[in-house]
């Protein structure tokens, strides 16, 4: 991945190693406002990039950040695909882990107390077979501590049933989200895939079935193929495909969703730095995630804050929200 090469420099301690805290200019307020789900800044980290974040809070505070979308979680545990599960390809990566997690019991029981305890918001991602999986999933979620919204994954394209199937139609994709709505009263997300011809109609079809906001986008579904021994890479044969190859597809389909939808939009898809964060900022993303790059610089979401802070700052800004949809002429949401 060429564009992440300098900062895992920096990051293994070559020059301009970064401080694990935030340093933020007076005078801006980085709270972002996703209808009734407050983040203390913009930045959320993606599922399945970042686990339960054990990791990463060895290196920085991971309560710093906006949210943490923790692991796609099913309603039983999972062991995920057979390996190969990962492939690096040009600016990205391709993978096919199959929603290896413990099971939403066990992440209730361990994983999201552990988030409590740090002082991390905590936005659990989940996936099922059945609409009826999906809601019993969100039912257990719905009284547990520090569960700040739910993201319905309708987008993993790394399992054989349930998954992306349900998110490339819009009658699946509203029931999905439907039979989320009636087991939980918390925020619903529902993170769209880009493996569809139009990905407006599913965005105002989940909008309209009762789904307080959207993400995207998923990965794109792609193949590496060996040529020597004939067969592709992947143990799972296709994957999806992330990172900064990615980012201009991406920001394009948040630019489509923002015009068509007036719900708060979670951007993401290759973002690396802060400018990249702010083209989604500008498209019409309240918020945004960073997926892929915390593999390459686990410090990348501070950098992307404090980016987005100084971006600000230098505009003559108070807060986030005064940007969101600035170069989208057709952005339908709202600002103040
Ligand atoms: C290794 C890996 C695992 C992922 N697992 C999940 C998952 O469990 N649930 C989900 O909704 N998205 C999952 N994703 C998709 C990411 O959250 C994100 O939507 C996608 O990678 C695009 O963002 P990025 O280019 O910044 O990585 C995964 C991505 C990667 C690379």
Known sequence: MPEMTSSVAAFVGGDGERSPALTLPAGVDLTAKLGRLTLKNPVTVASGTFGYGHEFHRFYDISQLGAVMVKGTTLHPRAGNKPPRVVETPAGMLNAIGLQNPG????????????????????????GHSVDEYGEIARRLDSVPGVAAIEINISCPNVDQGGMA????????????SGVRRATKLPIITKLTPNVTDIGEVARAVVDAGSDMLSLINTLVGMVIDIERRRPVLGNTVGGLSGPAVRPVALKMVWDVARQVKV?????????????????LLAGASAVSIGTANFADPLAPLDVIEGIAAYLAAHGHRGVAEIVGAANPGFLGSRP
């Not at 730095?273 to 702010?278: E, R």
Request: proline share 8%; glycine share 10%; charged share 10%.
């Open 104 to 127: 939403v019991d066990e992440v209730i029981r361990t994983e999201l107390p552990w988030l409590v305890s740090v002082g991390a918001t905590a936005i659990v991602n989940i996936a």
């Open 264 to 280: 708060p939009i979670i951007g993401l898809g290759g973002i690396v730095t802060a400018p990249d964060a702010i083209q989604f």
């Open 166 to 177: 349900f998110g490339v139609h819009c009658p699946s994709a509203a029931a999905v989200v």
